[in-house]
C-alpha cells in the first residue's frame, strides 16, 4: 500500500494506491506538471483530487509497509528506553534513600473507604 500526500495551501489529501507502480504514476503527474495546470487524481479508493498546481507546497510518496516497520521500531526503541531509565533510576543511590525514607502511607480511620459510613 502506498500513500501519496499533496500538501495544498495548510491542508493536505492524502490518496492510496495498491501498486507501487500507480502510486510511482501519480507522484510523477504531480512533479512534473506545468505551475499554471490543474490536476486531477484518483486513487485506488474512490477519492478524486482536483488541485491547481501553483498550490501546491509539497508532495510525499509513501511506502506504508516500511513506514509501519519504522514506528514499530520508534516503539520498541522507546520501550528500551523505558527500561533503560527504570533501570538508571533504580541503582541510582539517592532515588533509592529517597524509597527506603518514603515511610508507610497514612491510614484511614475509617478503614479502606473514608467516604463510606461504618454504620
Known sequence: MFS?????????????????????????????????????????????????VKHLVGACLEDLDKSKMGLVEMALHQARTQNAATAAAQADPSLRAMRQNAGSPILSPMGGNPMRSPY
Open 4 to 52: 501519496l500526500t499533496l500538501a495544498v495551501g495548510t491542508h493536505s489529501w492524502r490518496l492510496l494506491y495498491r501498486e507501487e507502480s500507480k502510486a510511482n504514476e501519480a507522484f510523477s503527474f504531480v512533479d512534473n506538471a506545468d505551475d499554471g495546470a490543474a490536476i486531477s487524481l484518483t486513487d485506488d479508493f474512490g477519492q478524486r483530487a482536483k488541485v491547481k
